[in-house]
């Protein structure tokens, strides 16, 4: 299949880890895959953006996992190409389902386009947001 982005990650995101499985071409073309696992709390966040700007990583990909995903969006989509997707459209087959097989499997999704992102609504500016007690029409 072809390749589209040929430096991507997908992520597999929990309450307390994410685990990152970035993409980037390796010797005569064929890919490499480098897992990592960091924390949620925001100095590990800021490390996952350093490394994945390091690598020079284009297009990261994650399920929609509760509200989990949201500080990772909000950090990364300045910085590459956030794709957030529903957790039923990446479903693996089943079996043995472990947190680096899944990060493994969006990451490969990704790399050959076979992802669709969530619709995520724009935020509302501060210019729009109205006061408390203040009525709108």
Sequence with gaps: ?????????????????????????????????????FGTMTNDLLALSEWLAAAECSHVAMESTGVFWKPIYNLLESSFGVLVV???????????????????????????GLLRASFIPDRPSASCASSPGTARP
């Design 86 to 112: 529903n957790a039923q459209h990446v479903k693996a087959v089943p079996g043995r389902k472990t947190d680096v097989r899944d990060a493994e499997w969006i990451g490969d999704l990704l790399r050959h």
């Design 1 to 37: 299949m072809e390749i589209l982005y040929a430096r991507c990650c997908g992520l597999d995101i929990h309450k307390r880890t994410v685990v990152a499985c970035l993409f980037v071409p390796g010797a005569e073309g064929t890919p490499t895959k480098e897992i990592r696992t």
